[in-house]
């Protein structure tokens, strides 16, 4: 397009140049300026094509969206994530949990999300505001698009600042079970963490890799830390935790889990 555009530049100049050279006085004067005012007419009427070339190689440059299938970032808009090997389907959040990361930038700029070169979400996740915002984001049903934990109702849930715990925590098969065993704990006192709970964090921060309702748990667990009831939240989650990996597993989990029971 550049060289087809160059050639009619100097076809015009040589045009001009030629009807400059037949004329003479006065008339020569008005003719070249005519040539000119023509040959400029026609390189604006071919200006916009120029204009919407690099449009057309920007293409991608888009509103991500969710579970779109992609085969790379590219496929994703300008700030999506393509998940898969060959062939996958687009993330359209800031965050990829377990992406791969070299500074808390490559996270969605979360402070302190980016750990032992990958992401994770839920140590950003834990500044209140960002809670809040996260949990009035629309999302796409079946995707992990809520600062990469999964959206399960078409809106962000990715935890409760308060530590309080969502109707659907309440609802979970397990508490029935769990509640006696910890109904001593509910009247204590916020403590520090114990060794217990912190080898736990740390495991399940990286078993199993890319497990999100894993890590959706534990996200919600360590959101009420700073809650009265922590130490009794905290145990409720961690048996879920448990429960969870126990299921999709086949009973292969940390040895540090079965201290629980």
């Not at 579970?67 to 898969?84: A, H, I, P, W």
């Not at 992990?144 to 600042?161: F, M, Q, R």
């Not at 009831?229 to 961690?238: C, E, G, H, N, Q």
């Amino acid at each position: 397009l550049i060289r087809m555009l160059a050639r009619c530049a100097l076809l015009a100049l040589l045009v001009a140049a030629a009807l400059a050279r037949k004329s003479s006085n006065g008339a020569s004067g008005a003719t070249t300026a005519a040539a000119a005012a023509s040959a400029a007419a026609a390189l604006t009427e071919m200006s916009p094509v120029v204009a919407a070339a690099p449009a057309a190689l920007n293409a991608s440059d888009s509103t991500c969206e969710a579970l779109k299938v992609c085969t790379g970032d590219s496929g994703c808009g300008n700030n999506g994530k393509c998940r898969g090997e060959k062939v996958g389907t687009c993330n359209c959040d800031a965050c990829v949990f377990y992406s791969m990361c070299d500074t808390d930038s490559d996270c969605g700029g979360l402070k302190k999300s980016c750990v032992s070169g990958r992401c994770q979400c839920w140590r950003g996740s834990l500044n209140r505001q960002h809670i809040d915002m996260c949990n009035s984001k629309r999302c796409q049903t079946g995707s992990d698009s809520c600062n990469g934990l999964p959206c399960n109702t078409g809106i962000c849930e990715c935890g409760k600042p308060d530590g309080e715990m969502s109707e659907v925590d309440k609802k979970h098969p397990l508490l029935d079970k769990i509640t006696p065993m910890i109904a001593t704990d509910i009247a204590l006192p916020e403590e520090s963490l114990s060794e217990k709970e912190l080898a736990i964090i740390e495991k399940t921060s990286s078993f199993p890799e890319r497990d999100l309702d894993t890590h959706y748990i534990l996200q919600q667990s360590l959101n009420g830390l700073k809650n009265p009831i922590r130490s009794a939240m905290f145990k409720v989650d961690l048996y879920k935790v448990l429960a969870n990996l126990t299921a999709k597993h086949k009973g292969d989990v940390p040895d540090v889990f079965k201290a629980l029971d």
